[in-house]
């Protein structure tokens, strides 16, 4: 069994982060480690992660992209889950979440959708069938993998170390876990599990305004990425590396050299 760390970035919502960490509290599976992230709060982010007895890092660097990869950073476990303040996971969240990251082998990201709560009906339909669809949807035809959901998603510790140098953490306009998903390499997957679900605030969608500035962070964090390298070639070199490591390919099922 692995050690489980659970990185939560958090900014002025000490609210949200304070029924997260009860939500961890009622976990089936203890967290081995809870990392909060303080990305300069105002707010009594620093008294609620003293009351609940957990580790809490700062971090000046404003965004979410910063945030998390300060506590991925921080982090001293093996598997490293990733929740939103926001996030309210239901009790067999890391039970589950362990199993799944053992089943799939050490280079696999874990994550699922999320249940909204809060807004009207309207806000939470709109949330669940078209924002987090059409992300899926759109980012599995870019990238040629599943996207990985930030509020609601587990890495291995090795994967990050790979991962870490490629992320885009100096600016505020990154999506963290779009960017995450973009340094995917050819010989790591993104298993969605649709069943797997954490509650999720419906508030980033209330209002126009928070819908367009999330969409506006999307199109940075594009920018961004296919800077990196674009769609096209991603799909590319993802493609020829299944090709050559599937049975019969160039490298042999296994992955090793093939035999002559």
């Known amino acids: 069994m692995a050690t489980i760390s659970v990185v939560i970035p958090a900014r002025n919502d000490g609210a949200f982060l304070e029924q997260c960490l009860a ?3 009622r976990q089936t599976r203890t967290p081995d480690e809870i990392v909060v992230v303080d990305n300069d709060s105002t707010d009594d982010t620093a008294a609620i992660c003293e009351a ?3 580790r809490r890092v700062a971090e000046s660097l404003p965004g979410v992209a910063a945030a998390t990869a300060c506590g991925f950073d921080a982090a001293g ?3 490293l889950a990733r929740l939103d303040a926001d996030s309210v996971p239901p009790p067999d969240w890391l039970e589950r979440i362990e199993a799944l990251v053992e089943a799939s082998g050490p280079l696999t990201v874990v994550t699922g959708p999320g249940n909204f709560y809060g807004g009207n009906g309207l806000t939470r ?3 669940e069938h078209l924002y987090i669809a059409g992300y899926r949807w759109s980012m599995n035809l870019l990238m040629g993998h599943p996207p990985i959901f930030g509020s609601n998603f587990a890495l291995p510790a090795a994967m990050w170390k790979r991962m870490r140098e490629g992320v885009h953490r100096s600016s505020s306009r990154i999506h963290d876990d779009l960017d995450l998903s973009w340094q995917v390499a050819p010989d790591m997957n993104v ?3 649709d069943s797997l679900r954490v509650g999720v605030s419906a508030r980033p969608l209330e209002s126009w305004s928070g ?3 999330r969409l506006s962070m999307a199109w940075t964090t594009f920018a961004t990425d ?3 390298q674009g769609p096209l070639t991603r799909r590319r070199l993802r493609r020829e590396w299944q090709e050559g490591h599937r049975p019969g390919g160039a490298y042999g099922p296994a992955g090793g050299a093939a035999s002559a």
């Open 77 to 79: 476990c093996e598997l």
């Open 226 to 228: 296919f800077r990196q």
């Open 52 to 54: 609940a007895g957990v």
């Open 125 to 127: 339909w709109i949330a």
């Open 191 to 193: 298993l969605w599990v």
């Open 211 to 213: 819908l367009g500035r």
């Open 23 to 25: 939500a961890l509290a």
